[in-house]
């Protein structure tokens, strides 16, 4: 059975990752203004997928999150810086 997920940030490599113990999924961002100010924007740059036995890059590039989502998590960054 798979463990619960896990959710880092890395504010010197700006990186998320979300993680089970299985596989791990590694975000690379442009967030706009930097922290640790409130983000205004997030771009999502790469994602990485790793498990056991290898990493994927998923293809992901360029994604604009939108508005809405960076303003509902915006909050939280204060919380992982």
């Known amino acids: 059975m798979a463990e619960p ?3 880092n940030f890395n504010p010197q490599e700006q990186t998320f990752t979300f993680s089970n113990g299985h596989v791990t999924f590694e975000v690379a961002p442009t967030i706009e ?3 640790p100010a409130p983000p205004e924007s997030v771009t999502v740059d790469s994602v990485n997928l790793t498990n056991h036995h290898d990493t994927f890059a998923l293809g992901l590039h360029d994604l604009v999150v ?3 989502v960076v303003e509902h998590v915006a909050p939280h960054f204060d919380l992982l810086i």
Do not use: K
């Open 5 to 7: 997920w896990t959710f």
């Open 66 to 68: 939108p508005p809405p």
């Open 33 to 35: 203004p930097p922290p």
